[in-house]
């Protein structure tokens, strides 16, 4: 009987976590992207005027 390849089996475990982790990682940067990237902008310009009005 051939023995357990368990480095094969333990990269096979691994491949499938990080694919699992990156299709997660994606589909939260797409559900989400372009509101937070846009909310973010828009606080940037916003705060930079108000100090400049200021003095």
Do not use: F, I
């Not at 096979?12 to 994606?26: C, G, N, S, V, Y």
């Amino acid at each position: 009987m051939a023995t357990p390849n368990y480095s094969y089996e333990k990269r096979q475990r691994e491949l499938a976590k990080k694919k699992k982790k990156e299709e997660k990682a994606k589909k939260k940067t797409s559900d989400h992207g372009p509101g937070d990237s846009q909310g973010n902008d828009g606080g940037a310009s916003q705060e930079a005027p108000k100090p400049a009005d200021a003095s």
